[in-house]
């Protein structure tokens, strides 16, 4: 059976809405980069500069301010401190200094809570990076599927496989939440994190032509729920073809 035509003013409409939602998704995302960039360029610098100035003009009474120069200062402090770290010597100083700090309260907490997100979101961490998987999960209820971010796994009291999954929210995915599950209560995906992220930022408009889900294969949102109980695999048309 062949598909409606297209009315040529839908067509549009539709067109203008993936487009400006596909800039939506390039512009949003790097202009708070370049906002939060900028940010801590002048905070770094405001922060060194008065320092510098101080040693620079002490032998050079002349020196006028360079804007910029706290921010470079504090590039190189953290690119060296990172080839102090990386020798052997380097990483006993640091193990000794992380010792200590973990004596002191409130302290210990904040500095080892830093660290973890930081190794988690950069992948220099054991556990690589933040987002490792996208699966699917029942949520909030059963019989209703939502896609979630595996961000760590180990074993329970029983040797179990648990997995600590993020749910994120649409349209804004940085508000969410954290749930540990089963590893049976986990069905898991080919999706990519940034095409899910996509499809979360754009409640589903975004969404690609087929989605794989175990021995699944998964092509319009109106099948997902019969898909993902089916234990077949059926040889499904994405909603781009004709049938």
């Not at 990386?86 to 006993?92: A, C, E, F, M, T």
């Not at 999960?137 to 939502?146: A, C, L, N, Y």
Request: with cysteine.
């Amino acid at each position: 059976m062949a598909k409606k035509k297209e009315s040529r003013s839908h067509w549009l409409v539709r067109n203008l809405r993936n487009n400006f939602l596909a800039g939506f998704l390039v512009v949003i995302p790097l202009a708070v980069a370049i906002y939060v960039i900028i940010w801590l360029f002048i905070k770094i610098d405001d922060i060194l500069q008065p320092t510098i100035t101080t040693i620079i003009t002490y032998f050079n009474p002349a020196y006028n301010e360079i804007r910029g120069l706290g921010f470079v200062a504090a590039v190189l402090i953290i690119y060296l401190v990172g080839v102090i770290t990386s020798n052997y010597l380097g990483k006993k100083v640091v193990n000794f200094s992380e010792k200590v700090i973990n004596k002191v309260p409130i302290f210990k907490q904040l500095y080892n809570a830093v660290k973890q997100v930081i190794e988690g979101l950069s992948g220099a961490g054991m556990n690589k990076a933040a987002f490792r998987e996208v699966v699917f999960v029942e949520f909030p209820r059963k019989g209703m599927t939502t896609p979630a971010f595996i961000t760590n796994e180990f074993k329970g009291v029983s040797g179990e496989k648990l997995y600590g999954i993020y749910i994120p929210t649409a349209p804004v995915p940085t508000s969410g939440y954290f749930e540990i599950v089963n590893e049976e209560n986990i069905i898991h995906t080919n999706l990519s994190v940034d095409d899910c992220i996509k499809m979360v930022v754009s409640g589903g408009m975004i969404i690609p032509d087929s989605i794989i889900s175990g021995k699944t294969r998964i092509t319009a949102p109106a099948e997902l729920a019969d898909a993902l109980n089916s234990e077949q695999n059926p040889d499904y048309k994405t909603h781009n073809q004709k049938e």
